[in-house]
């Protein structure tokens, strides 16, 4: 009879050591998912008004090895240019509130001839996009006004021009009377301030993996614990413990996980990418063309008779 009373005591203490180690498991994720929905609240919160903004700038260079280099030259839309370069500047509105009445004033280089310059690509007409470059002789340079700038919108500005300081030139003058608007550079801002999110992101994952340890070895108190009967308050003690500490652990490591791993995702691409071109031949015409900016004529070693055809 002892016996059988021992077998089933033995039986009730591993059934309910077994309950307390699934309701540890289901708390820590619990407090994990807490943490999740904390953290996308927290993002979400309050408003945010920012304009951020890109520049790029191309220059081809062109250049011909044979010995009749004056007969090549650059023309835009049937204007002979020295030095052609294309620029594009656009301002997307990265925030989470509308920016209305946004002014935009483009001072470009004294030096540059401004052969073309328009919206590109036609924004929608609900951005209310406008030319005000005539509206106020106080101004110098093109101006534009756009309406409203929900969330996402984004706008951009081509121009092309001969010649130019243009590696001086730091982009167009942002202003704004109705809001207190944040501007920042896209690609710098983000990429400096996804780096800044690497270190507290694996910080974060080692943090993970000894919570992770640490709810190993609660289980395993709380089973030596009930040996001795002492079960009920150090067990919903462990339980709040690992709840609180899995839901920080959590909303730290997902504060940082998005732009950290996308740091560590653009580092890794970037590795091992060297110059590449495409070539292409045909007649007496040969274009090599590089993603770097220039633009290179170099013609093949010509037959006898040939030296003064081009």
């Known amino acids: ?21 699934v309701i540890s498991v289901v708390a820590a994720l619990l407090g994990f998912i807490s943490g999740y929905l904390l953290e996308i609240v927290k993002s979400r919160r309050g408003p945010k008004t920012l304009l951020a903004w890109d520049l790029k700038i191309e220059q081809p260079e062109l250049s011909y090895g044979a010995k009749q280099a004056d007969r090549v030259k650059i023309s835009y839309r049937g204007r002979e240019v020295d030095r052609l370069v294309n620029v594009r500047y656009t301002i997307t509105n990265t925030g989470n509130t509308s920016i209305k009445n946004q002014s935009v004033r483009f001072e470009l280089p004294k030096d540059a001839k401004v052969l073309q310059r328009e919206v590109d690509p036609i924004p929608e007409p609900e951005l209310g996009v406008r030319d005000i470059t005539d509206d106020d002789p106080a101004f110098t340079g093109f101006r534009y006004k756009i309406g409203q700038l929900d969330p996402g919108d984004a706008v951009s500005f081509a121009f092309a021009a001969d010649g130019g300081a243009w590696h001086e030139w730091k982009g167009a003058k942002l202003h704004n009377e109705e809001a207190n608007v944040v501007y920042q ?42 040996k001795f009967y002492l079960v009920e308050l150090a067990y919903f003690g462990i339980i709040a413990a690992l709840t609180v500490t899995f839901a920080a652990t959590a909303a730290y490591l997902l504060s940082h996980a998005r732009r950290a791993t996308r740091s560590i995702a653009e580092r890794w691409a970037t590795l091992g ?22 633009i290179r004529i170099e013609p093949p070693t010509p037959a006898p008779g040939e030296e003064d055809s081009v």
């Open 1 to 21: 009879m002892s016996s059988f009373l021992m077998a089933v005591a033995g039986k009730e203490s591993s059934d309910w050591s077994s309950s307390k180690l």
């Open 185 to 226: 550079r896209r690609d710098v801002a983000l990429q400096r301030d996804d780096q800044t999110h690497v270190g507290p992101f694996l910080f974060g994952l080692a943090a993970i993996l000894i919570v992770t340890s640490l709810t190993g070895a609660a289980s395993l108190a709380i089973w030596i614990l009930s």
């Open 273 to 294: 990418h060297g110059e590449v071109s495409l070539t292409v031949g045909g007649g007496n015409s040969w274009f090599a063309y590089a993603p770097n900016g220039q």
